[in-house]
């Protein structure tokens, strides 16, 4: 079974929330006539704009972000190294 990341998740309905909003029903379950190419055109924008969200909320949480590789050493800390 494959699994996907709670931020691939979080990037999946942002990007369908926009394409319902561009067919103009945000409620609608299909696309309707949206060109599936002026969506992709829009995606690297939305994944920004998602990116930034995101790192406003942990800002705003007090999270502190860490860039590298993460490893448990055991039950609670988090090594990262890079």
Do not use: K
């Not at 599936?36 to 690297?44: F, K, Q, R, S, T």
């Not at 909320?57 to 039950?75: K, P």
């Amino acid at each position: 079974m494959t699994s996907v990341s709670p931020w691939n998740r979080c990037c999946c309905e942002a990007l369908w929330a926009h394409a319902l909003t561009r067919c103009g029903n945000p409620q609608a379950e299909s696309l309707g006539n949206v060109a599936i190419a002026e969506l992709i055109g829009e995606v690297g924008g939305i994944m920004a704009a998602h990116d930034h969200y995101t790192i406003e909320q942990l800002n705003r949480n007090g999270v502190e972000i860490l860039h590298g590789r993460a490893s448990f050493d055991s039950d609670r800390p988090v090594q990262v190294r890079g």
